[in-house]
């Protein structure tokens, strides 16, 4: 059968992906003979399509999960979606939109019914795409976070810490989303970089009634709110206010007395130095009125226009409200100044709205006694953060923990299963029959029926689902010790994001230790933002992300995941180039060739073995590489994985193996040589799989026949093996007089099909007797001899202490020759100059550790030995 002549992945990648499906290798069942090995998915949103960070957050968890498969693990992949309540329910208004339909004109039931279809029809693209990026998951087991089972066990845990006192219900400050009309988290609040206004008022001082011919100055960016404005305050020790201590102030326009009070909390040298105190719409200003016992006054409706307790310009918009105000504020000769500033507006993710800081009426649970176990168990190591720098990130976030709001003014959603009575109490209970029941028994009236008890609205924050998520994509809560829950959990590695280590990861520890007193993974590989080469974060708005599927399509599945791990050390962020894709495929290609190279020779069984040399050292140094890509591997440096890999592979085994076994053209290569080869090449391609699925997969198959269930998919994982140190030192000694020759080449402009002598002058002939034939065969070279003196007319070259010549006649020109060893020599005299300076320094020599210092004697050592060749090189000359 012929090979291609160029490697196609879109032939390639659906076969394979096919096969691996249908012999059920993505799929785990517990096994008690075998390590389990789990991940669950980041759950992205069921209105998700791939974008640049799900390709390497998913890349790195297929790099894994193959990798413990190889390993003889029972590994479990677990994917699945995300309701996203916010983010689902605007896609689903917005559709009915376009058919004419609002929301406000249906009843819950019938919304929920175009959410359900919307979810059915587009709720599976995302996970469909993540099979073409070659995601090994194990699809049998895909759970959507509002399954029957999934929000059961959500309605189970809300009601079990209602009952323990750490869910309740209160008004508190919360963020405020008009356009979606709902509360957010921090984490669906996106800060963004504008222009704002500061506006500078005039508040009339008030004495026992009677106006002052005074006033105090007050900076505010929102002059809309000052009808809600309680009081204003100055800082004690402030000497320019002192005597308005005591004192009233009058709202400008409205003309409403509030109190100065006095708070340190005010900076001196910040602004006017006094501020005024809007509780119903600053958090800052809520503790501050919290603290001073001061009333709040809430003028906003929840779509962000101006209520009745405003008095002034009710029913507008809070923006127009604020255009309308600054000109009357204007006209009253109250507006003292106005001045730009760069700020920071915060805005609705899913809406894009400015958020209003909002004193709600919501459902909160308390987490100060849930995060104590779960800062212990990162600050401890028993979830280890990698890397470690974000401890100190989280510890900050857990020591300062605030309780969390689990209510959402949507309809997509787990509904609190708070029931209200005709009283106002309300009852909380997992299903209707239960809340009547207690309510009856609450109430003291057995005559209560269903229709008398009204559900809450509101839904559960879709953190409040995906904070289970370990625990409930195994059923923990429907059957506590059901046999996938004790196998599988804890599970061992979770790969996320830094922004949602304390909104998902942290909640999910908690979780954890609240529900099932142990750990819900061991691992947190914590990956970096993808950025553009300018720096700023991939987004749709900026249209700097390239389409993931556009990339797979151009450069094939291997290339992407190779081009997103170049450069995608853990923690730190990736600075995407399409270079590096492109990079990948050019990987793919140098394999192809590589493979296509072995194919092609014909073997002559007759034929002696002249390649013990070459095996013994490529041998010895797979075993090195590999240690180094297990040890990368155990400190989560996965990039690092890859880049050892990738020298293995390009430079060890295709630059330099393969160059010094390959027959001459046209001639045949004996048997041993081609069967430890293909051995050789099989354990490349097993390191290689967990990085480059598809292609690897090709040939592995291609190399020879394979049984049904012989796949590279499930191979084997190579196994740690001593090698030989001298081997592969010497080797690269040698490696370093064939680049240095071809360097010659090169500046002298002397063909590579031209033979050339080699001379070595060193005091032991073993470093290199052993590798005459490498020698000649890599540098085509026609003769190599030892010799114990100079040779005249000849460029030489220092490699590990020893010197080597090249005899130049009839091959150079002589004067062009003398003149760039003459500027050699200057420059390492030079070098050698700056050396000798630093360890005639006492200070450095006592100072610095011992092998920094024999470090610079050994450049001084080489830096001598190459002048005395420059030197001798001249005097042949």
Not at 345 to 364: D, F, H, K, N, Y
Not at 531 to 543: C, N
Not at 754 to 766: A, F, T
Request: hydrophobic content about 40%; some cysteine; overall charge negative.
């Amino acid at each position: 059968m012929s090979i291609s002549t160029k490697y196609n992945p879109k032939e390639v990648e659906k076969k394979w992906y096919d096969s691996w499906m249908q012999r059920g290798f993505f799929h785990s069942e517990p096994n008690p003979n075998k390590e389990p090995y789990t991940i669950v998915i980041p759950p992205p949103n069921v209105t998700g399509v791939l974008h640049m960070g799900h390709m390497l957050n998913n890349t790195i968890q297929d790099v894994l999960i193959r990798r413990a498969r190889m390993q003889g693990k029972e590994a479990c992949w677990v994917p699945g979606t995300d309701h996203a309540s916010i983010a689902t329910e605007a896609k689903v208004v917005a559709m009915l939109k376009e058919k004419g339909i609002n929301k406000s004109d249906l009843t819950r039931e019938e919304f929920l019914t175009y959410a359900w279809e919307w979810k059915e029809k587009y709720g599976g693209i995302i996970l469909d795409q993540l099979k073409k990026l070659g995601a090994s998951c194990d699809w049998d087991r895909t759970r959507f976070t509002m399954e029957d089972d999934m929000s059961a066990a959500v309605i189970e845990v809300f009601v079990d810490l209602y009952r323990k006192g750490q869910i309740y219900r209160g008004v508190r400050m919360v963020n405020w989303d008009p356009q979606g009309r709902t509360a957010l988290s921090d984490e669906e609040v996106i800060p963004k970089e504008t222009m704002a206004k500061m506006y500078h008022l005039n508040y009339e001082i008030v004495t026992d009634g009677v106006a002052e011919p005074a006033y105090i100055t007050v900076a505010t960016s929102r002059p809309e709110t000052i009808m809600a404005d309680v009081a204003v305050a100055v800082n004690p020790n402030d000497e320019r206010y002192k005597h308005l201590h005591g004192k009233r102030v009058r709202i400008p326009l409205l003309g409403k007395e509030i109190p100065i009070i006095l708070d340190e909390y005010v900076a001196i040298d910040f602004g006017t130095g006094a501020l005024k105190v809007t509780p119903a719409h600053d958090l800052n200003d809520y503790e501050l009125g919290q603290k001073h016992k001061l009333p709040t006054i809430d003028i906003l409706n929840n779509d962000g226009t101006l209520n009745e307790q405003a008095q002034l310009y009710v029913g507008q918009d809070r923006f127009a409200a604020r255009r309308n105000i600054v000109k009357d504020l204007q006209e009253a000769g109250l507006m003292v100044k106005i001045e730009e500033y760069a700020s920071v507006l915060q805005t609705s993710e899913r809406t894009g709205a400015v958020i209003e800081p909002r004193l709600s009426m919501q459902w909160w649970c308390k987490m100060d006694k849930m995060a104590k176990p779960a800062l212990e168990a990162v600050m401890e190591d028993q979830i280890r953060l990698h890397p470690p720098k974000f401890k100190n990130m989280y510890r900050s976030w857990m020591e300062n923990v605030r309780d969390w709001c689990i209510s959402r003014q949507l309809w997509w959603g787990q509904r609190i299963p708070a029931y209200y009575l005709p009283d106002g109490s309300f009852v909380v209970a997992a299903t209707d029959e239960e809340a009547l029941e207690l309510a009856r028994k609450e109430s003291g009236n057995e005559a209560l029926q269903l229709s008398d008890l009204k559900q809450d609205e509101d839904v559960l924050d879709t953190w409040f689902s995906s904070w289970l998520w370990p625990i409930s994509v195994f059923d923990g809560f429907k059957d506590p010790d059901n046999k996938d829950i004790l196998y599988y959990y804890p599970t061992n590695d979770l790969v996320t994001a830094p922004e949602i280590l304390f909104f998902w990861v942290a909640r999910m520890i908690m979780a954890g230790f609240e529900f099932r007193n142990e750990v819900p993974f061991k691992n947190v590989y914590l990956t970096g933002i993808v950025r553009d080469t300018q720096g700023r974060k991939m987004s749709k708005q900026l249209g700097n992300s390239p389409d993931p599927l556009d990339l797979i399509e151009q450069y094939g599945a291997d290339g992407v995941r190779t081009g997103m791990l170049f450069s995608s050390p853990a923690g730190n962020d990736l600075l995407f180039d399409e270079k590096l894709v492109e990079q990948g495929r050019n990987f793919s290609n140098k394999i192809w060739n590589a493979f296509r190279l072995i194919k092609g020779w014909e073997v002559d069984e007759s034929l002696p073995c002249p390649n013990e040399t070459a095996i013994k050292w490529f041998e010895s140094r797979f075993n090195e590489a590999f240690v180094q890509i297990e040890d990368h591997f155990s400190k989560f440096r996965i990039s690092d994985a890859l880049l050892a890999v990738y020298k293995l592979v390009w430079d060890d085994f295709c630059s330099n193996y393969l160059e010094m076994i390959k027959p001459a053209y046209q001639q045949p290569i004996d048997k041993r040589t081609i069967e430890v080869t293909v051995g050789l090449l099989e354990k490349v391609l097993k390191v290689l799989h967990p990085f480059m699925p598809f292609i690897t997969e090709e040939i592995w198959h291609e190399l020879k026949e394979r049984k049904e269930k012989e796949f590279l998919i499930v191979a084997p994982w190579p196994k740690k093996d001593k090698f030989d140190e001298q081997i592969v030192e010497q080797m690269e000694n040698v490696l370093n007089v064939v680049g240095a020759v071809r360097n010659i080449r090169n500046s002298k402009n002397i063909p590579n099909n031209k033979q050339l002598g080699l001379y070595i002058k060193v005091m032991s002939h073993d470093q290199y007797e052993p590798f005459l034939g490498i020698l000649r065969k890599l540098a085509n070279l026609d003769e190599v001899k030892f010799v114990e003196e100079n040779i005249e007319g000849a460029i030489s070259f220092i490699v590990a202490g020893d010197e080597f010549f090249i005899p130049m006649e009839g091959n150079i020109d002589v004067e062009a020759e003398r003149e760039r060893l003459i500027k050699e020599l200057e420059y390492t005299k030079g070098f050698l100059a700056s050396v000798t300076k630093k360890l005639s320094n006492e200070r450095f020599v006592n100072g610095a550790p011992e092998a920094v210092i024999a470090n610079e004697r050994k450049k001084q050592a080489d830096a001598e030995a190459k002048i005395n060749a420059i030197e001798q090189s001249l005097a042949s000359l």
